[in-house]
């Protein structure tokens, strides 16, 4: 080596080091420096086990450390001492796609905990055709909106550049994806109409939609039969999409509803979900211990079968569901016009008071005082609101069933209702089963403007925190580490869902921080219109959306996708 390379080599490897040393802390952000710290609360990370004492630290919208992060730094600092720590809640069956449209917010299922709403029970905003367009503006009620959109997909981003504060994700209707092809009418799709049908469920899948959704109570998803249903399925199933379905039959036929879902799911090849899952009619109530080991036995056979709930002895549907299906083909003008021709009208009231080889919700209800009418679309009925169908029936000195058929004249709606058909001991049986997560069935809420108008069922309010407080809290049927689980990582993984319902490092920072001592339901069926309490704190994506309780005006929420859409 030549003398003068020898003579510099000792000031270069001291240049070497200088150079590849690492940077005093005070020369650059520290490594444990974080947007939002949650300081000493105990983390529920939603897989189910036993819960610790530690912090979470959020970065750049994801999760970044749980632990001991005594020594680290935040730009906002968070003390849970005390509180519980979790990933936020997903509600399985959001019926928000309106209510978003007008309100971004989200109050009602904000205030307690839930971070992500999952939409499409059988109708999904999108697809739409002009057909649709034009029946989606007449049946408006109380929220009025423009129809700017014509796919699922295109709805979905629409919700989010308008702003709303949870991610929002949906299933594909089946019924919609048949009003698109077949219309309103009861009829099988031919072979061209049926591979028209599919095509619509590929376009929908390839752009992010979860899966298939029905609701097969209602016409005229209930004129689909079995194997039409498969053959959309097996369309979603090479995209990862799930089936959902609100069964056939909740009630007489039950059992065979749960076979239908389960043959659904093994030759279509596809995870079957079940919605609000429930044995309907006191005389069904003792088939539930039967419904339970049908599902289980299928689960056994290696088939992916769930199921969601809500937490209330009422249902909620339309008045037109007490309406046979017969009478509803074409759709709610063609119902209207057959209530004021009298032999039509003389059927449709035999058939309520007699028949039940159709979802009869009027004999499941079991009797008119079950019967609750929460929503009216003309203001002149809305004094209604809050009475029972029996009570309606003896102000105006009519039949109970005569005076269904009026309102449902009356009102050019189908009439929001909650029936009582329900049993709490069957809802105690299923709260705890680990397969089963929970759906609130209906809307976001807000007790201002527009939502006043209108009495939803209490479990817009409280269907989350109900579990918390009643079932964990006060009746102990189950832990507060399974709860989170069935409302956190359990649906985000029957879902798909890309890196929610854990509070693992990497993951999006949805997080919910309440109070296990305090969280409760407050809603009633006669005042609904009530918050939830015991939820403090809220994040999504990292931005914090409930502070102290209260909202904060943000809307980082994101439209999310199911695994198997194509990007373009």
């Known amino acids: 080596m030549p003398s003068l390379t020898r003579s510099l080599l000792p000031a270069m490897c001291l240049l070497a080091g200088i150079f590849s040393a690492p940077l005093p802390v005070n020369a650059r952000e520290p490594a444990d420096s974080f947007d939002i710290l949650i300081r000493g609360g105990t983390i529920y990370d939603g897989s189910g086990k036993a819960p610790k004492r530690a912090d979470l630290a959020i970065r750049d919208g994801k999760i970044a450390a749980v632990g001991d992060l005594k020594n680290s730094t935040a730009k906002t600092v968070v003390d849970a001492e005390g509180l519980a720590v979790a990933p936020g809640f997903i509600n399985m069956l959001s019926w928000s796609t309106e209510a978003l449209l007008v309100d971004g917010r989200g109050q009602s ?27 989606m503006t007449a049946e408006q009620g109380d929220i009025k909106y ?27 209707g089946a019924t919609t994806v048949r009003e ?21 469920v590929e376009l929908e899948m390839r752009d992010g939609a979860l899966g298939i959704g029905t609701a097969l109570e209602y016409a005229p998803a209930y004129y689909a039969d079995t194997t039409e249903l498969i053959e959309l399925c097996k369309v979603a199933a090479k995209y990862k999409g799930k089936y959902i379905t609100h069964m056939r039959s909740e009630g007489e036929r039950l059992i065979e509803g ?26 069904n109530w003792k088939k539930m211990d039967a419904a339970v080991e049908r599902v289980e036995a299928a689960r056994r056979q290696g088939l992916p079968v769930t199921a969601n709930m809500y937490c209330y002895t009422a249902g909620a549907a339309p008045l037109t569901a007490c309406i046979p299906p017969w009478a509803m083909e074409g759709g709610d003008p063609a119902l209207r016009r057959r209530l004021k021709e009298p032999e039509s009208r003389k059927r449709v009231l035999e058939d ?22 929460i929503s009216f679309k003309k203001d002149e009925l809305k004094p209604l609101q809050g009475k029972t169908l029996a009570q309606i029936a003896a102000a105006r000195g009519k039949d109970p069933a005569e005076t269904l058929l009026d309102l449902l004249v009356e009102d050019e709606s189908s009439i929001g209702t909650a029936y009582f058909i329900t049993a ?13 997560s929970f759906g609130s069935d209906e809307a976001a809420q807000q007790p201002e403007g527009v939502f006043l108008k209108s009495m939803p069922h209490p479990r817009a309010y409280g269907n989350f925190t109900r579990v918390l407080g009643k079932y964990v809290r006060e009746d102990k049927l189950l832990s507060l580490e399974a709860a989170v689980r069935k409302m956190t990582s359990l649906p985000a993984e029957n879902l798909g869902l890309d890196r929610r319902g854990r509070l693992n490092d990497g993951y999006f920072a949805d997080v919910v921080v309440f109070d296990p001592k305090t969280i409760a339901d407050r809603a009633t069926y006669e005042k609904p219109h009530q918050y939830s309490v015991g939820v403090k704190h809220v994040f999504v994506n990292g931005v914090q959306v409930l502070k102290d309780g209260e909202h904060t005006g943000a809307k980082p929420g994101k439209a999310l996708w199911g695994p198997g859409k194509v990007e373009k």
């Open 109 to 135: 299922e904000i205030r307690q905990g839930v971070t992500t709403q999952i939409m499409g029970e059988g109708w999904s905003m999108g697809p739409v055709n002009a057909a649709i367009k034009k029946r």
């Open 146 to 172: 423009v129809v700017e959109w014509t796919s699922l997909a295109d709805y979905l981003s629409s919700l989010q550049r308008k702003g709303i504060s949870q991610n929002v994700a949906s299933y594909l």
């Open 180 to 200: 698109y092809v077949l219309g309103l009418d009861n009829k099988k799709p031919t072979a061209a109409e049926l591979d028209q049908m599919r095509r619509v």
């Open 258 to 283: 749960i076979d239908e879902a389960v043959r659904i799911s093994r030759e279509a090849g596809i995870p079957t979900e079940i919605y609000h899952f429930k044995a309907a009619g006191k005389n």
């Open 352 to 373: 309520i008071r007699t028949k039940t080889d159709w979802p009869n919700f009027y004999h499941n209800a079991g009797s008119p005082d079950n019967i609750l009418l």
């Open 424 to 436: 709490e001991e069957n809802i105690r049986k299923l709260v705890s089963l680990p397969w089963i």
